[in-house]
């Protein structure tokens, strides 16, 4: 009996390890239903974003500006630290900031509250905060209610030709921003720590524009470092590259997808998909890291799309991200 039962377990382990493939195999599943396929897919590689760090380039006054390009300088505009204050010395005209700051502002989706040239003060209706913006990424998690953003300037005449700018920022609960005068700014708005961000994009979208005007920089090289997102492609593949890293990335889309395409948008971060109805046709698009700091969007339906539709969807999702 001893004998018969261990060749018994000899004969199931040994079929145990003869190839053979089942209906139900993740193999065949991958071969005859591919969508299905889709979900059993290693999440993108995380490990090695970080090499992208190593293409940034030193912000050297008057050199081309780029998005790699770490803190540009400018000739024109300078950021200057005095004391408890922050602002920029730009050397231009009031009567030629002051358009430039409301062209900032568009370029932020700020849309302007109040505007006084006489008293040389701007500032910003209430916006969405997004996610990965900010220290304050937490309360918004914490609390139901959005967190919104606003922001102000001041200009003064400086010696010469020259003008100060002066800025503010202020971060609320959605709540507690419709409670109490428009025009009352906490204390915590003039924190210089809290607007230096602020004056940076502003620097650099004044650098930026200083090289268009030149010459140094085409339009769409403009858009390459001022936009959330680029549209790009190659000879055989069409591609959003989204100037936030994976996981921002991916709110970022499941956000914009929500406004382009209402109706259920499901969103699975594990393997970088965001599946949506658009204009009635079954899409998903795929996020995949490329550096530390950008993420590939690409996107496919179980129709094979055109060239064409690729692009045209892309870019709808395009103008929803900028």
């Known amino acids: 009996m001893h004998r018969l039962l261990a060749i018994v377990l000899l004969s199931i382990s040994t079929a145990a390890c003869q190839p053979g493939y089942r209906a139900t195999s993740p193999e065949v599943l991958y071969t005859k239903n591919a969508d299905t396929a889709l979900d059993l897919q290693v999440p993108p590689d995380l490990t090695n974003v970080a090499e992208g760090e190593q293409f940034v380039l030193p912000g050297t006054s008057g050199g081309a500006i780029t998005r790699n390009t770490l803190l540009p300088e400018s000739a024109s505009v300078q950021f200057v630290r005095q004391g408890s204050e922050n602002y920029l010395t730009i050397q231009k005209s009031p009567e030629d900031v002051w358009p430039q700051l409301q062209a900032f502002l568009r370029a932020e989706r700020f849309p302007i509250a109040k505007s006084e040239p006489v008293a040389g003060v701007m500032s910003s209706q209430w916006r969405e905060l997004t996610e990965d913006a900010g220290r304050n990424a937490l309360k918004s998690l914490l609390n139901s209610d959005a967190t919104v953003t606003r922001v102000a300037f001041r200009i003064e005449r400086g010696a010469g030709n020259s003008t100060r700018v002066f800025a503010r920022q202020q971060v609320a609960v959605n709540a507690d921003a419709s409670v109490g005068p428009e025009d009352v700014w906490p204390a915590a708005s003039h924190d210089p720590e809290n607007t230096s961000e602020l004056m940076v994009r502003l620097m650099v979208f004044l650098g930026v524009q200083e090289q268009r005007a030149k010459g140094i920089l085409n339009d769409a090289a403009v858009s390459a470092v001022l936009d959330e997102a680029t549209l790009q492609s190659t000879a055989s593949d069409t591609y959003l590259v989204v100037h936030r890293s994976y996981i921002p990335a991916i709110r970022r889309v499941s956000k ?16 970088g998909r965001v599946d949506a109805n658009v204009n009635g046709v079954a899409v998903s698009f795929r996020v995949t890291p490329v550096n530390i700091s950008a993420a590939r969007v690409t996107v496919n339906a179980a129709e094979p799309l055109t060239r064409q539709q690729q692009q045209a969807l892309l870019n709808d999702l395009r103008k929803q991200l900028v």
Not at 258 to 269: H, I, K, M, Q
């Open 256 to 271: 914009a997808l929500e406004n382009l395409a209402p109706g259920e948008v499901t969103t699975d971060s594990n393997v």
